[in-house]
């Protein structure tokens, strides 16, 4: 396992393809190499990425890695039948950046969570019907421009009419993490992926 975490940490992801290859030929099952050895890289790069040090080079080739070795243990975007908690993530309508989705999404997935990803230029009636289908405990949407913001603020009336009022809502991105989270309606207002992935990690705690 240890082999998987340095490859996945030095981005070389050839090497973590071929070590997550030989991990399931020796019968190692999916769900340990995630919690085992995706998550614990990613526990790592969390200790290096401080907020005074944030190196989006080093996350995002660290993120590809992780990427590869998820779709080699879920083919075809398959998502885990299980995890410690599912979540919705998308960009709303009118959105079309993702990048910062897609990052957020690598880190919870990395650490054993369920992402359902509703993709960009996501509807909020999509978001939540989603969150409802998939049983999520939080919705998670990323703004890179401000014209969203009028969006966010209606997603906790659309969970509360679908029945959803203990859903968490989450936001970040350029855009959005402007704001605090009482202007935007939402619990949290996240200043990084991995900001955000403790704060989901600490709801997931706080329900066991």
Do not use: W
């Amino acid at each position: 396992m240890q082999s998987l975490i340095a490859a996945l940490l030095e981005g070389d992801k050839a090497q973590a393809l071929a070590e997550t290859r030989r991990l399931r030929a020796a019968g190692v099952a999916p769900e340990r190499i995630v919690t085992d050895g995706l998550a614990e890289a990613m526990r790592r790069l969390d200790d290096k990425c401080t907020v005074e040090a944030f190196n989006l080079l080093e996350i995002m080739l660290v993120g590809r890695a992780v990427s590869l070795v998820v779709n080699e243990l879920y083919p075809e975007g398959e998502v885990p039948a299980t995890g410690k908690a599912t979540f919705v993530i998308a960009a709303l309508e009118g959105d079309i950046h993702d990048l910062g989705k897609r990052i957020v999404k690598m880190v919870l997935t990395g650490r054993g969570y369920r992402v359902i990803d509703c993709g960009k230029d996501c509807p909020v009636e999509t978001l939540v019907g989603a969150a409802q289908r998939e049983g999520a405990r939080a919705v998670l949407v990323s703004g890179l421009i401000t014209s969203v913001i009028p969006q966010v603020r209606t997603i906790r009336a659309a969970l509360e009419r679908a029945g959803l009022a203990g859903v968490k809502v989450v936001a970040g991105g350029a855009a959005l993490k402007q704001a605090t989270a009482a202007e935007l309606n939402v619990d949290y207002v996240a200043e990084t992926a991995f900001d955000g992935a403790r704060y989901l990690e600490q709801l997931a705690e706080e329900e066991r």
